[in-house]
């Protein structure tokens, strides 16, 4: 299984952001203009992102069912990987690239599980260049940007407790 996982984590990494063509996120992250089209493009991949999740997560035998309680099994995932990025070294791009997938993922199960009844839809800011869920209120969650920095910090930023304090407030 350990043979497995590091396979799916070089998947990740050589799939999104390799190359010299730059990718929406490469083009987000940048501050660069994206048109609507581009836009909505990244915003509709989140439930594709999220299946990609799904399939991630079958390497560690963990079932993705979009429920509360796959939450703690994302969390493991990621201390995973967080600790397996401290050797591998990848580029900002690829970081970013698992926390869009694994971010989607979190962000479809907390619509899931009650913030699209209150409201909640995938969408952007004008001020932002990362999807989050966002209500009319102007309320707003990232999960996407969450994941990123539970990768990055590690467990100070786990995502059961955010997606906890999350669900509550929303």
Not at 131 to 150: G, S
């Amino acid at each position: 299984m350990e043979k497995n996982k590091i396979s799916i984590m070089k998947q990740i990494l050589n799939e999104k952001g390799s190359g010299n063509k730059m990718g929406i996120l490469d083009r987000l992250k940048r501050g660069k203009r994206t048109s609507k089209e581009e836009c909505s493009g990244v915003v509709s991949n989140a439930k594709k992102n999220s299946m990609t999740a799904v399939e991630y997560a079958k390497s560690f035998q963990k079932n993705f069912d979009f429920s509360e309680r796959s939450i703690g099994d994302l969390e493991e995932i990621l201390d995973y990987y967080a600790k397996d990025l401290l050797e591998s070294r990848p580029t900002e791009n690829q970081v970013w690239s698992m926390s869009l997938i694994f971010g989607s993922y979190l962000g479809e199960v907390m619509l899931k599980n009650g913030l699209s009844k209150r409201g909640y839809h995938w969408g952007m800011q004008n001020t932002g260049n990362i999807p989050l869920l966002m209500a009319d209120d102007e309320k707003y969650v990232t999960p996407i940007d969450k994941i990123y920095k539970r990768l990055v910090n590690g467990p100070e930023d786990n995502v059961v407790s955010f997606y906890q304090m999350m669900m509550e407030e929303g």
